[in-house]
């Protein structure tokens, strides 16, 4: 059984930081993209930040590129993104997915990923 656990969101004020951690279980972890995801209340929900089984591919939603890093430790099945001077407009719900689709120009959920319960984001103006 697959799962895929998030943490480290919580309330941050602007211009602030916050690292968001994702363990995976029951997945071999470094042969799989992982991504960040995120929807806020009444948005669909989009790609944040994808990245492929060996860190050497990524994708950042233009919106965020330059502020947030993604990165994966593969020995410890975990996948971070390191989030700075966050906005207003980054509060949302933030999932981890595993096996999403991820070319160098999108990031999107696929009919095989799975899903984290998401952890809240809340940036203060």
């Known amino acids: 059984q697959v799962q895929v656990v998030e943490s480290g969101g919580g309330l941050v004020q602007a211009g602030g930081s916050l690292r968001l951690s994702c363990t995976v279980s029951?997945?071999?972890?470094?042969?799989?993209?992982m991504g960040w995801f995120r929807q806020a209340p009444g948005k669909e929900r989009e790609g944040v930040s994808c990245i492929n089984w060996s860190g050497v591919v990524t994708y950042y939603a233009d919106s965020v590129k330059g502020r947030f890093t993604i990165s994966r430790d593969n020995g410890g099945a975990t996948l971070y993104l390191q989030m700075s001077s966050l906005k207003p407009e980054d509060t949302a719900m933030y999932y981890c997915?595993?096996?999403?689709?991820?070319?160098?120009?999108?990031?999107?959920?696929?009919?095989?990923?799975?899903w984290g319960q998401g952890t809240q984001v809340t940036v203060s103006s």
């Open positions: 029951g997945l071999t972890f470094d042969v799989n993209n």
């Open positions: 997915a595993a096996k999403p689709r991820l070319r160098s120009d999108y990031c999107s959920g696929s009919p095989s990923s799975y």
